[in-house]
């Protein structure tokens, strides 16, 4: 998300935000009382941490909103104060004669009234129009994330894992990798890696099939025989290339991994059973070492959990390199590009 920095020496509020090819920088405004001037961007900072969050944890992803005091429901809640961010900033809540102050429970209105307070402080009303024209310049930015439209500030969104996917975005990464099934720098800088983690993950199926009929190989093979060629990471893209072929879509594949790594982010397990069922195999065996072996080696969940859309896309296209290698060493004779579009258009509908 948008970050802000108080530039001493010009005296100015500096907004940044990330590319997937490095951070932009915009002057915001002219801060004249510098005392606040750090102050004021770690305010701002605050807000659009909350804001993006509504992005990040999306109501539709918690169950449903309808069911009141649901994690649904205060999510879709919490959405909805970006419309009293605006009065927040312009007449927050200030300490009374007794210096009690009305604090809200929402954190993006609190942060709202946080920045307002702020601003107050330094009694500047151009400064205050500034900043408001931020904010919602950042709020429209997440609306256009949220519709699949990465352009301008919301690009910053290539860096952050949505767990609901775009179709919109899905098509745009399927015809990216329709041109170049290998992938391209503009997967990780253009598109939401989770839905470029769909398309790939569809494109993978069809790179392992084929490299899997040349070789007589399994598709679920294909990936750990590249990683004799080259050094790859294969677990990940095995365990989805396994459900695919069981019947999964990309999609239902790709969300489900991207849910374990967000909950492992925020302290959460999701698959419990699944770590007691691991223990209890090894309890049962008859190697002293093998709990200290399990322990080193085992992983809660399969994806980074500070960047687990962007692991995945990551991962998903070393896979589809590595089935390149595994189809250029038996030397069909036709190219892999070829031979991958015509997999995968074969049945477009597993592109889901």
Request: glycine share 6%.
């Amino acid at each position: 998300m948008t970050r802000y920095a108080f530039d001493s020496g010009a005296g100015t509020l500096v907004a940044t935000w990330g590319t997937g090819r490095g951070d932009v920088a915009e002057t915001i405004a002219q801060v004249p009382a510098a005392e606040h001037g750090v102050e004021l961007a770690a305010a701002l900072a605050g807000l659009a941490r909350f804001q993006w969050r509504t992005y990040t944890h999306p109501a539709t992803a918690a169950g449903d909103p309808d069911v009141v005091n649901g994690e649904a429901w205060r999510r879709a809640e919490e959405r909805n104060r970006f419309a009293k961010v605006e009065a927040a900033l312009r007449t927050p809540n200030l300490p009374d004669d007794d210096g009690c102050m009305l604090v809200f429970y929402s954190p993006i209105e609190e942060s709202a009234h946080h920045v307002g307070r702020v601003l107050h402080a330094i009694g500047d009303a151009n400064l205050v129009d500034r900043v408001v024209n931020e904010v919602l310049t950042e709020q429209a930015a997440i609306t256009a994330a949220e519709l699949g439209d990465l352009a301008g500030r919301a690009r910053q969104a290539v860096e952050l894992t949505r767990p609901e996917i775009s179709p919109v975005q899905v098509h745009a990464a399927d015809s990216l990798l329709r041109v170049n099934p290998l992938g391209t720098i503009d997967l990780f800088t253009e598109l939401d890696p989770a839905a470029a983690s769909v398309a790939a993950a569809h494109w993978l199926r069809a790179a392992a099939t084929v490299a899997g009929e040349i070789t007589g190989l399994e598709p679920v093979d294909v990936v750990a025989e590249a990683d004799d060629i080259e050094a790859l990471q294969v677990e990940t893209p095995t365990v989805v290339l396994e459900r695919l072929v069981a019947g999964e879509t990309p999609t239902q594949v790709v969300v489900d991994l991207i849910a374990d790594a967000i909950a492992v982010s925020e302290g959460k397990v999701r698959d419990l059973d699944g770590i007691i069922e691991a223990a209890q195999e090894i309890e049962e065996s008859d190697e002293d070492d093998d709990l200290d072996a399990w322990t080193d080696g085992y992983r809660i969940c399969r994806l980074d959990p500070t960047r687990p859309a962007i692991d995945l896309l990551e991962d998903l296209l070393g896979a589809i390199r590595g089935c390149w290698l595994v189809f250029s060493e038996a030397d069909s004779g036709t190219p892999f590009e070829h031979a991958v579009r015509t997999e995968a258009d074969a049945d477009t509908s597993r592109l889901q």
